[in-house]
């Protein structure tokens, strides 16, 4: 069956600019994770979607940065003013509900130049 | 804090080699553990996980994991590696109740022919 997909598969933008990343997660899944790896790093926690709310947004690393699941369904992660820090890979992860295992997605590299 | 320890940066074995990487954990409470593999160019997949129960999980590819609660740890095990075992590998955790997962820095296993 189709997995967890994100677009786009690369972004590469400049600094101060606003970017959209979109993750489509498993069909059925309710639990939705956003995670950010930069390079020679695991994943890091951002945000937790359980439906259409964020139950815990306590990764997120400043108010420029911002998730949204509007349907339950697909979700977007937008980041304001873009810094070359935020350069990295974000991942996105379904799982069928909360404690289940989570299935990843390929990610999108973002470059901020 | 929450944290997962992954000690060997990198490791390279020969075919045929037995493989043993480290992964310990700093948790309070229950804690379900998982390791994770990514193959180049591929998304992480999911190798084992434990909940409870048998300490010793088997998962795909022959690979098994042992929790042992007294040291914190869940050591990843294959008695003979192949080739095709090159790849990342990433240790986690979460409590339960507790959705997020946090990842070990990882591990990078090269394995010659």
């Known amino acids: 069956g189709a997995g967890v997909s994100q677009t786009p598969s690369n972004k590469v933008t400049e600094k101060g600019k606003y970017v959209e990343l979109r993750c489509d997660p498993i069909s059925g899944h309710t639990a939705l994770y956003w995670y950010r790896q930069s390079l020679g790093q695991g994943p890091e926690f951002l945000i937790y979607?359980?439906?259409?709310?964020?139950?815990?947004d306590s990764g997120l690393p400043n108010d420029r940065f911002f998730a949204v699941r509007p349907e339950g369904s697909v979700s977007t992660l937008k980041i304001q003013r873009t810094e070359r820090g935020d350069s990295a890979v974000y991942l996105c992860?379904?799982?069928?509900?909360?404690?289940?295992?989570?299935?990843f997605g390929p990610g999108t590299r973002l470059l901020v130049l | 804090a929450q944290s997962v320890s992954q000690h060997n940066h990198h490791v390279i074995l020969s075919e045929a080699a037995s493989l043993e990487l480290g992964c310990n954990y700093s948790?309070?409470?229950?804690?379900?553990l998982f390791w994770y593999v990514q193959y180049p160019g591929q998304h992480l997949q999911l190798l084992l996980k434990y909940f409870s129960g048998d300490p010793l999980v088997k998962g795909i590819k022959g690979f098994e994991a042992e929790f042992i609660k007294s040291k914190f740890s869940f050591n990843l095990r294959k008695p003979s590696v192949q080739w095709s075992d090159t790849a990342e590998y990433f240790c986690?955790?979460?409590?339960?109740?507790?959705?997020?997962?946090?990842f070990g820095t990882g591990t990078r296993l090269t394995i010659i022919p």
């Open positions: 948790y309070g409470g229950t804690v379900n």
């Open positions: 992860a379904s799982s069928l509900n909360r404690e289940e295992t989570q299935y």
């Open positions: 979607f359980q439906g259409t709310g964020a139950a815990d």
């Open positions: 986690a955790a979460t409590n339960f109740g507790n959705e997020k997962l946090t």
